[in-house]
Nanobody, 115 residues
Framework: QAQVVESGGGLVQAVGSLRLSCIHFGIIFGIIAAAWYRQGPGKERELAAS???????SYADSVKGRFSISRDHDWKQVNLRMNKLKHEDTALYFCKLKHRGAEYWGQGTQVTVSS
């Protein structure tokens, strides 16, 4: 059974950095894209960053220039590097892997930024 697991969250001071990682189990091949979503307190889930098989990346305006999404060549790990963190970046961060036939989500990793 496919499983997506995020890690790397934690408590960090404003302007600090964190790196989130996403790995998966049970998905042998066929991943074509990945994304990091986040859901802050009292807010709806929003797309933070995404990456395609061709390496094209896209970012929400609120994180552009501060966050960087990357992956290894065989999709074993997808990372989100977050720099210059702000209090408003506080959220539960989710990894989504898009497969040819389905989408897989993790349970999320909490990022808390103290001001």
């Amino acid at each position: 059974q496919a499983q997506v697991v995020e890690s790397g969250g934690g408590l960090v001071q404003a302007v600090g950095s964190l790196r989130l990682s996403c790995i998966h189990f049970g998905i042998i091949f066929g991943i074509i894209a990945a994304a990091w979503y986040r859901q802050g307190p009292g807010k709806e889930r929003e797309l933070a960053a995404s990456i395609t098989a061709g390496g094209n990346t896209s970012y929400a305006d609120s994180v552009k220039g501060r966050f960087s999404i990357s992956r290894d060549h065989d999709w074993k790990q997808v990372n989100l590097r977050m720099n210059k963190l702000k209090h408003e970046d506080t959220a539960l961060y989710f990894c989504k892997l898009k497969h040819r036939g389905a989408e897989y989500w993790g349970q999320g990793t909490q990022v808390t930024v103290s001001s």
